[in-house]
Structures are given as C-alpha cells and as structure tokens.
Nanobody, 120 residues
Framework: QVQLAESGGGLVQPGGSLRLSCAAS????????MTWYRQAPGSERDVVAV???????NYADVVKGRFDISRDNAANTVYLQMNSLKPEDTAVYYC??????????????WGQGTQVTVSS
C-alpha cells in the first residue's frame, strides 16, 4: 500500500512562510493527482492545492497567489510552499494521492498530518 508522510509544519507569524513536505513510500511518478488538504478545528477537510502527474497545479481560491505546490519525482516528495500566511491558514495539513493498482483507482490513507499555526 502506498503511504505518505507529512512534515514541515510549525508556528509562524502572520506574513511568514513555511514549506510543507509530503514524502511517499513509492516513486511518485507512478502516482496520479497529489493533493494537499487542510482541516481547521470544527471544520471540514478542504482541498488546498492539487498537482497532476504532468505538473499541472490548481489551487483553492483562498490560497491562490500565496501557495505553490510542486512535485519532485527524484525525491519522491510533494511540497507546499506557503507564503504571506494568515491566521486563517491555521490548520492541520494532510496530503493524499491517487494511484492505479490492480485495475482500480485507489487513494492513499490519511496520515497524521502536520500542524500549521499562524499567530503573533
């Protein structure tokens, strides 16, 4: 089973930056879309950014222009560069991937996520 592990979260002041990493247990060139989600306390888990296998990226409107998703196939890692952070970006961030195995599309299980706190 493909597994992902998130890291890179922390406490940052408003206006600051963080880079999250999502390391895969397999060669990510074999994976389809890779997605960053976030979940704030009391809220649903929302899509933040998606990157396809060909590198096409899409973003939620609330982070467009501030966040950048990228994938490094050599490192088997997807990154989320977060700039101009706001208190409302505070959440646990998770990554997830779609892949094709044994004739069906599958999704990686949820990991523990990484906490991002934006506060002065």
């Amino acid at each position: 089973q493909v597994q992902l592990a998130e890291s890179g979260g922390g406490l940052v002041q408003p206006g600051g930056s963080l880079r999250l990493s999502c390391a895969a247990s397999v060669n990510i060139s074999t994976l389809n879309d890779m997605t960053w989600y976030r979940q704030a306390p009391g809220s649903e888990r929302d899509v933040v950014a998606v990157i396809s296998s060909d590198g096409t990226a899409n973003y939620a409107d609330v982070v467009k222009g501030r966040f950048d998703i990228s994938r490094d196939n050599a490192a088997n890692t997807v990154y989320l560069q977060m700039n101009s952070l706001k208190p409302e970006d505070t959440a646990v961030y998770y990554c997830e991937a779609e892949y094709f195995m044994n004739g069906t599309f599958r999704h990686t299980p949820w990991g523990q996520g990484t906490q991002v706190t934006v506060s002065s």
